[in-house]
């Protein structure tokens, strides 16, 4: 089961993917793109990711206690999605046009739908377990939930791509021991028919 840190390590894998298939072109440099937010001052870097919400997923079958060593049971671990805005630094000194935000804009769509899926083992290569692959896919969400996002970090909307990275399992530390067994009864009923 993913540990705590499957949360950061998504976001690393979606900037990591960036930093390999856009750089140099769009994007000069791999230190161009960062995980940031908009509210940021005083940053220079061209692509922001944004993780802004993070939500248990009800609608994911949750699995039973599971079964560790003899006497012990684990909670099953949680499912949560992932809320992510990825948007081109207003305040970068890169001096971006127009054209040149859709051209970017356009090719984190592309790569992130090429590469719309990571297996939890990718991210923590210590998972002995199987679990289902993280899926990216785009956010659906309205333009004026959009607009409240911005709001919230007192920002102007500006052109931004919304996605939606789940199931991502979230482990649990609650261990429950179950008592051992220390005595076991049977008996034997015999009847005019024979044994039962």
Request: proline letters at 8%.
């Amino acid at each position: 089961m993913a540990d705590y840190t499957i949360i950061s390590d998504v976001s690393a894998y979606i900037v990591r993917t960036l930093r390999e298939k856009m750089c140099p072109e769009p994007i000069p440099s791999p230190n161009n793109i960062e995980i940031s937010s908009p509210a940021d001052q005083d940053v220079d870097y061209i692509v922001g990711l944004y993780l802004y919400d993070v939500r248990e997923e009800s609608d994911v079958t949750q699995r039973p206690l599971m079964q560790r060593g003899q006497v012990q049971l684990q909670r099953p671990p949680r499912p949560y999605g992932l809320y992510y805005m990825v948007f081109i630094n207003g305040s970068s000194q890169m001096g971006l046009k127009a054209p040149d935000i859709q051209k970017i804009i356009g090719r984190v769509a592309q790569i992130v739908n090429d590469n719309s899926s990571v297996l939890p083992n990718q991210l923590q290569t210590w998972l002995d377990t199987q679990e289902p692959p993280i899926v990216l896919s785009q956010a659906k969400i309205s333009l004026e939930e959009k607009v409240r996002v911005w709001q919230a970090i007192n920002k102007p909307y500006q052109i931004s791509l919304f996605y939606k990275a789940a199931p991502v399992f979230l482990s649990s530390e609650v261990i429950i021991n179950t008592p051992r067994v220390a005595e076991a009864t049977f008996g034997l009923h015999i009847t005019g028919e024979g044994r039962e």
